[in-house]
């Protein structure tokens, strides 16, 4: 396992909340990453299997803890307009709320983070609605950088693209040995849209 955090973040961050990162890190668990599946004990409540983004809300001792799980599996996980409408209303939801410590950003789907925009879904895409597409993506992330509490990506498998920047977003990270980054669209000499390389400073531990 490897992890890597936010210089700037883990300035900021207290003792206390520094221990509760670790913590949560070990209760959940990178086998159960590894594996696909997450420890069932302690979440409040099942959601359908349909939906993109699962969210949770830990309980007993992990309370104050929120996994946000993306659900992509047809897409690999991809930025789709409705994944990332929905991740904007679940961080506009957290940001203001008091009783949350931490957010885990996580994959529901075995062996893939998130493979970053749905480039089938944007070649389909009129001209016009291109541009606002890749801002979307960029709001989403850098709304998850700015969050008040820490944040945590938890990566198993592949964070390609807008998928490792939404990684970078987070202020810690944790990778199982399956994982896999890269920014593929240098590749065609392409910037990275997202804003994290631009917007964010971070270090490998």
Do not use: Q
Not at 19 to 28: I, P, Q, S, T
Not at 46 to 72: A, F, P, Q, S, Y
Not at 83 to 92: E, H, R
Not at 142 to 159: C, E, M
């Amino acid at each position: 396992m490897a992890a890597a955090a936010a210089p700037g973040a883990l300035g900021a961050l207290s003792a206390g909340r520094v221990r509760l990162v670790a913590a949560c890190c070990a209760r959940l668990g990178s086998a159960a990453w590894a594996r696909g599946t997450a420890p069932r004990r302690g979440y409040s409540s099942e959601v359908k299997t349909e939906d993109e983004l699962r969210v949770r809300h830990l309980e007993e001792e992990n309370r104050g803890i929120v996994v946000l799980g993306i659900n992509r599996a047809y897409g690999k996980n991809s930025l789709s307009k409705n994944l990332l409408k929905m991740l904007s209303k679940a961080v506009d939801a957290l940001k203001s709320d008091k009783k949350v410590r931490t957010i885990i950003i996580r994959s529901e789907v075995p062996g893939i983070f998130c493979a970053g925009a749905d480039l089938k879904e944007r070649a389909k895409m009129h001209s016009s609605e291109v541009g606002p597409f890749v801002s979307k993506i960029r709001a989403v992330i850098n709304d998850i950088a700015n969050l008040p509490v820490p944040t945590i990506a938890a990566i198993d498998g592949l964070a390609l693209g807008g998928g490792l920047e939404l990684a970078l977003a987070c202020d810690i990270r944790v990778a199982a040995s399956s994982a896999k980054m890269g920014l593929v669209e240098t590749k065609l000499a392409i910037i990275p849209g997202g804003g994290s390389l631009r917007s964010h400073t971070f270090w490998l531990l």
